[in-house]
């Protein structure tokens, strides 16, 4: 079974930055064939796409987090990146990544159902 685990939350305050990371394992697959994912849920609310990276790096983005966020990938080390900038409190959320066993993203990427592994989770907290 893939395990993806997520790393890197954390409590900030308005404005600031954070990167957060998701170290994949047990692959059955090369890890650049995965398509790789983030969302988020923030509390009381459903879990929602926030980007998106193919095996070779085309990448998409949900509008809320356009121009802050950044999803990077390295396949060499199997591991997803999200750097996050000029953060707000609205972005307060537990962040999950999800892979799906294909390189080339779906492009209805911000669908739950696309994915066929998850990690744990990592919580971001911003205050204002």
């Known amino acids: 079974q893939v395990r993806l685990v997520e790393s890197g939350g954390g409590e900030v305050q308005a404005g600031g930055s954070l990167r957060l990371s998701c170290a994949a394992s047990?692959?059955?697959?090369?890890?650049?064939?995965?398509?790789m994912a983030w969302f988020r849920q923030a509390p009381g609310k459903e879990r929602e796409g926030v980007a998106v990276?193919?095996?070779?790096?085309?990448?998409n983005y949900a509008d809320s987090v356009k121009g802050r966020f950044t999803i990077s990938r390295d396949n060499s080390r199997k591991t997803l990146y999200l750097q996050m900038n000029s953060l707000q409190p609205e972005d307060t959320a537990m962040y999950y990544c999800?892979?799906?066993?294909?390189?080339?993203?779906?492009?209805?990427?911000?669908?739950?159902?696309?994915?066929?592994?998850w990690g744990q989770g990592t919580q971001v907290t911003v205050s204002s």
């Open positions: 047990r692959l059955i697959n090369s890890y650049s064939r995965y398509c």
């Open positions: 990276i193919d095996g070779v790096g085309g990448t």
């Open positions: 999800a892979a799906a066993r294909y390189a080339y993203c779906s492009g209805s990427w911000w669908i739950q159902d696309e994915y066929n592994y």
